[in-house]
């Protein structure tokens, strides 16, 4: 029995329904509130990026940034990760699966992964809580001595990291595959979480999914993976068995967090989201609104190619 099948027997999902609500909350988030974003000088290297046609290579300058404040009332109203949480269970939870992800990543794991600090995040359907476990991870990451995150909202249809952290969407990912004059500088947002940068998703296109594929994102995940190994970049992506775009990214990273909604998801649903990762390295399993714990990891399949 594989890791994703003990994840089901445990979870006794096998005769029931899924949901459409995103996270462990309803989608109606209430009092979304907006920070305008203040000028500060940062000790820190910002990131600055200049992009020619054919030499993808992110250079970085010493410069003013600004800081996008993160509306923490919303996150704690929601159900996510705080600053107030570092001793909680949801915390400690967080901890555990973040841990083999990060060993990987780091060289410290069973393989040696290519790309093994860029991790996808996603889910069989809707509403089983990809994005709210994409986001506590980016969080609880971000504590780490010596890491930078990047979280990335690649649910380029549906993009929501902007509005649960209550910020304002600006230009973002799919601006950027678009326009080879948009500099990776014009779309990374400083955060006041330290060592937390974010990527938006950007305006809507019709062709969101050959831009995912095209050239300039392969060259921009090749340089997030081997110019900055100490970073870990998080994609927030969309569930696998309703959109296009994730078996398009599924093939630019080198682990993915497969997120199961407890009691909800079918497990056929599970197991055909499952048969898509197959040529992934590393897949790992999280419960989600599991009523014992708020979230369960259950390890990892791996094998190499």
């Given amino acids: 029995m594989n890791i994703i099948e003990k994840a089901l027997e445990k979870a006794k999902i096998e005769n029931s329904v899924w949901d459409l609500d995103p996270i462990n909350q309803t989608d109606n988030l209430a009092d979304l509130t907006f920070h305008e974003e203040e000028s500060v000088s940062l000790v820190r290297d910002p990131e600055h990026v200049s992009i020619k046609a054919d030499k993808e290579k992110i250079v970085e300058k010493k410069s003013k940034s600004r800081i996008t404040r993160i509306n923490w009332e919303l996150l704690k109203k929601n159900g996510f990760l705080t600053r107030e949480d570092a001793h909680t269970q949801k915390a400690e939870e967080y901890r555990i699966i973040k841990r083999p992800l990060i060993d990987n990543a780091t ?38 001595m010596n890491k930078q995150v990047l979280l990335i909202d690649a649910d380029v249809a549906r993009p929501s990291i902007a509005r649960y952290l209550g910020i304002k969407e600006g230009v973002g990912l799919i601006d950027y595959l678009e326009n080879e004059q948009t500099d990776f500088s014009d779309i990374i947002m400083e955060t006041d979480i330290p060592n937390l940068r974010i990527i938006c998703a950007g305006k809507q296109h019709r062709h969101s999914t050959e831009l995912l594929a095209s050239n300039r994102m392969v060259q921009l995940s090749d340089e997030l993976s081997q110019r900055y190994p100490d970073r870990i970049v998080i994609f927030d992506t969309p569930p696998l068995l309703v959109a296009s775009q994730t078996h398009v990214l599924v093939n630019l990273v080198g682990q993915v967090v497969l997120v199961i909604e407890a009691e909800k998801t079918l497990r056929s649903s599970v197991m055909e989201a499952a048969e898509k990762l197959n040529r992934c390295e590393i897949v790992l399993a999280l419960l989600n609104k599991d009523k014992a714990s708020t979230n369960n990891v259950y390890g990892s399949r791996q094998h190499v190619h």
């Fill in 107 to 144: 060289g410290k794991g069973k393989k040696n992964v290519h790309k093994s600090n860029l991790i996808l995040v996603t889910s069989s359907l809707p509403g089983e809580g990809k994005t709210y476990s994409a986001i506590n991870l980016a969080i609880s990451t971000s504590t780490e």
